[in-house]
């Protein structure tokens, strides 16, 4: 395989001069690159090849070389940076913990709670704890939402219009992890949506089989604990072990599921394996065939070894080597040298003689396939070998005559020597040179990789200790001519991460190009929409150049292939190469019939044999969306719920699911499974790094939502099924990673974090303190909720009906109004499914609008005198509360939940925040100039902070609150209160004008100037001695700064790290003029 890609690479390369990268050695990936001691052998010795730069040259590859180092410190330097501060922060909070003050510590104290039973509804009569406590407010919500049906689709409809989307059934490999957490966010997010809209909303809950990698984890599992293979125990015990397992992590999903705060009908619940879909499978295997689109035939296919199984073109991946390269291969103690070119001879005979007659030399990757060769081809151009029309070669091993055949589609002229070996049992393109010429095709290796009874004295040993072996042998014979590096790609197993080889199989194989076609018209027409518009780029580039696909699988834990070789009971054994010996039945029975009539006998005479192979995963999954609706039976869920509304699922999978279920649909069911298809990203560690189990840095959502220690996290590994060595690596890993363990976050926090990062198109480098962030926002809601309703009054009673009043200030007017752009931007979000603006809307009203400005603002009122105002201020208070959580809560769910509950009720016709409705902007609220106003204060209360930062430490030493004046042409007046509470300072006066020499100014604008009033505060003497202090060494890291910049290398640092760099030296500009200012100011206060 390969050998005309590995040509017009080469090919490419003249024309064109592209760089070659080298792959580096990562502990996630199997290529594993010698260091020079690993290359210090005799082979590698042999395979190194000198070549002599120029000056030039010299010059270009050392300005590469600093350029790559550069880029390489920068982004080493950031992450080392980033990890300090992790550490660093980690290292403060458990210093502030031990200095904590006795309320401090209190707080941080385990709440006790009596658990609510299972389904009722939880009391929330009690008052609430201090702070928040993700424990507390999950604990009892979602059995209650469960029992009481809020799940079903029945329990929401109001608004006449549906909203169906099935779950993508996560794989019974294991646990959940992050990934399948955001999936789950987004998702449970959307329906929670549609619930509150009124909409007639079905969630459908399932998992997944999952063939080849359920299969693989579970025989890991018998070596471990057994020391057994599958072929040890037999087919049926295997598959005893595998529904164990499928029994006991398909449970555990479901828990996790429910622990995610997932909203899913449970009483829909799925099984790709189970009996209905079991049914579906056989149903639609059956139809493709009645239909001509389905066939069985020996076509090259993906072998993995290791599996000893076929696997797709998608679940090949490729490593480029542009040189000698070593890889780690299951089954092999060494790493394998990829990225060599062999060459040697075949001894050449005249036709005329018979006899041998000099030589031709061949250049191939892959030595050992040799022993499968049929012929030799050349160019009928090429002058070089012209004499040779007609000649044959001799096969040094086996002593068989090849034909040199002239073939000028195979052969590339200007590649090697301009002669290649033809291997077609284990090369796409010498498969077609067969078929072409009617050669012999001879398959040389068995399922495990060994090499079989054609490679003679070779048979029985391993694919690439036969490499070394045929070169042995050749070399005896002096028909090893020598090694080069070549550049290459090597095909990878996605899941075993062995190396493919093309292999002749008999297979089952779907005609998918007129279902592709259907596929890319639906996107085409607007018909199928997707989220984000990229991804139909890819769509299209996939699916026009779509090849047949394979269905078999060479497993035992699947769906048997419905298809059964027969015969009569007076026949010799049935040739399974001849379809006519084949039938494909939706039961045995069936089978029998079909079989009698096609042999013309009786159903007692004859004998069947179903096809030992498991379909493809993908295949079952295919006919998801409308297999859980109860298809092929016409069920009452088909009928009303198929089509579904929206699909989301992962980026990588496009492929793999997504186009299958497009095809499978529009070809079973005539219509698309769904209208909108919305991607999400790959989420990554901090680093950026896949998430590994072997890098020790995959995480358990529960480990996020519960907390865990770094001993905690150790211990899992140990049931991962990985090696030793791999554990003590992984440990290390998680030591760096996690230093302190996993702090408790709460789903809400992980829901929201999760969501935050959606920037479509994007991976996602998680962060866990961005995790603990989010819990801070919890923590920060609880607090502005209790400290809101220990305000209310007794009496307190909720209007069922809110409007604006006379009494309400213009703070209460404003935070209506920033409630309504809230609104107005999380509906918008929610069409276009922009989930990290969302969050970043509802985050910034929550934290800067509600808590900072209006309730510290409000502060006031709330202690004050008028009556009549605090009213109003309570009824404001008590609608943005019970607006903004709903607004709030399908992004966290339990938080809002526990909060609403707690609030004093409208009704008594809504019984749960989730079944409320779901809030709509409302007009009267607007007020765009109010808007513009409050800014411009807030503009001002920013212009007072910097001014009094400047002297801030005096300030805090002295224990005043310094007085303001406030000169403006603008009309102000009514604002001293709320500037006077969010600056932090006393008495606030608004002028029209006046100079107050003696005091500090800042100028807003052309309207506005602020005098802060220090006298005697501050000591003017000592702050002007502390600012020249001050201003001399930011001056001397502004020169540090400067130096760095005008060096020579500073064009060659990366972009980032360059901005990062200008835009501090800016920051310093400007501070240090502040300085300079307040230093004058100062001096001139002396004087």
Known sequence: MRKTQERNKNKNRKKKKNPIWEIRHKTNNPLNILNKQQMNTPQAKEEKVVKELTAEEIEKKKRREEMKKAKNAAKNEKFKKKQEAQQQQQKNNLGKAKKENKKQTKEKEEIKFNKTIKGEKKRVIEPMPNTYSPKYVEEGWYEWWEKEGFFKPEYSKRSGKKFVMVIPPPNVTGKLHLGHALTNSIQDTIVRYHRMKGDETLWVPGVDHAGIATQVVVEKKLMREQGVTRHDIGREKFLEEVWKWKDEYGKGICNQLRRLGSSLDWSREVFTMDEKRGEAVKEAFCRFYEKGLLYREQKLVNWCCTLKTAISDIEVEYIDVSKPTAINVPGYEKPIIFGNLHEFAYPLVNPATGKDEGEILIDTTRIETMLGDVCVCIHSKDERYKKYHGWSVRHPFNGKILPIIEDDELVDMEFGTGCVKVTPAHDPNDYNVAIRHKLKIINILNDDGTMNQECGEFAGMKRFECREAVIEKLKEKGLYKGVKASAMRVPICSRSHDIIEPRIKPQWWVNCKNMARRAVEAVR???????????????????????????????????????????????????????????????????????????????????????????????????????????????????????????????????????????????????????????????????????????????????????????????????????????????????????????????????????????????????????????????????????????????????????????????????????????????????????????????????????????????????????????????????????????????????????????????????????????????????????????????????????????????????????????????????????????????????????????????????????????????????????????????????????????????????????????????????????????????????
């Open 525 to 1087: 027409k607007g018909e199928l929409k997707m989220y984000p518009s990229e991804m139909e780029n890819v769509w299209y580039r996939w699916l026009e150049n779509i090849h047949d696909w394979c269905i078999s699988r060479q497993l035992w834990w699947g769906h048997r292939i419905p298809a059964y070789l027969i015969k009569s009971k007076k026949e010799k054994e049935a040739d399974e190469f001849d379809m006519k010996n084949w039938v494909v039945a939706r039961s045995e029975e069936e089978a029998r019939k079909k079989a009698a009539e096609i042999k013309g006998v009786n159903i007692e005479d004859i004998e069947l044999k179903q096809d030992p192979d498991v379909l493809d995963t993908w295949f079952s999954s295919g006919l998801f969306p409308f297999s859980v609706m109860g298809w092929p039976e016409q069920t009452k869920d088909l009928e009303k719920y198929f089509p579904g509304e929206l699909l989301e699922t992962g980026n990588d999978i496009i492929f793999f699911w997504v186009a299958r279920m497009v095809m499978m649909s529009l070809e079973l069911m005539d219509c698309l499974p769904f209208k909108e298809v919305l991607f999400h990203s790959i989420v990554r560690d901090a680093q950026g790094r896949k998430m590994s189990k072997s890098l020790g840095n995959i995480i358990d959502p529960i480990d996020v939502i519960e907390g865990i220690s770094l001993k905690g996290l150790n211990d899992k590994l140990y049931t991962y099924n990985l090696p030793e060595k791999e554990c003590v690596i992984a440990a290390e890993g998680q030591k760096k990673d996690f230093p302190n363990g996993i702090e408790e976050c709460g789903t809400d926090a992980m829901r929201f974090a999760l969501l935050a990062y959606m920037t479509q198109g994007h991976d996602i480098n998680l962060d866990i303190n961005r995790v603990v962030g989010y819990r801070n926002f919890c923590n920060k809601l609880w607090n502005a909720f209790k400290f809101s309703t220990m305000n209310f009054r007794k009496d307190f009673k909720a209007q069922e009906t809110f409007e604006i009043k006379k009494t309400n200030s213009r703070l209460d007017q404003w935070i209506l109004h920033r409630l309504n752009v809230m609104i107005t931007s999380v509906q918008q979000w929610f069409k276009s499914y922009e989930f990290g603006n969302a969050t970043q809307a509802i985050y910034s009203f929550w934290l800067y609008d509600f808590c900072d400005v209006y309730l510290e603002a409000s502060k006031g009122i709330f202690r004050g005198p008028d009556n009549e105002r605090r009213r109003a201020a309570e009824e404001v208070l008590y609608n943005v509360i019970e607006i903004g959580l709903r607004v709030l809560h399908p992004f966290m769910p339990f938080i809002t939940e526990e909060l609403w509950q707690r609030l004093p009720r409208r009704n008594d016709k809504e019984i749960s925040i989730m079944v409320t409705s779901y809030p709509e902007p409302i007009k009267e609220f607007n007020n765009p100039a109010l808007d513009e106003e409050i800014k411009y204060i807030y503009t001002i209360i920013k212009g007072i902070r910097s001014l009094n930062g400047i002297y801030s430490q005096a300030i805090i030493t002295s224990k005043q609150k310094p007085k303001c004046t406030i000169v403006t042409e603008r009309d102000l007046e009514g604002y001293e209160v709320i500037i006077s509470s969010l600056a932090g300072i006393g008495e606030v006066n608004i002028v029209k004008e006046g100079i107050y020499k003696g005091s500090p100014m800042h100028v807003v604008d052309n309207s506005t100037r602020i005098y802060s009033h220090l006298a005697g505060i501050i000591d003017y003497k000592q702050e002007a001695q502390r600012l020249a202090g001050k201003k001399e060494q930011m001056e001397k890291n502004l020169k540090d700064l400067e130096l760095k910049i005008n060096d020579v290398h500073f064009d060659k640092t990366p972009e980032e790290v360059k901005k990062t760099i200008l835009e501090k030296k800016q920051s310093l500009i400007e501070e240090i003029k502040l300085i300079h200012q307040a230093q004058n100011e100062c001096l001139e206060m002396l004087h």
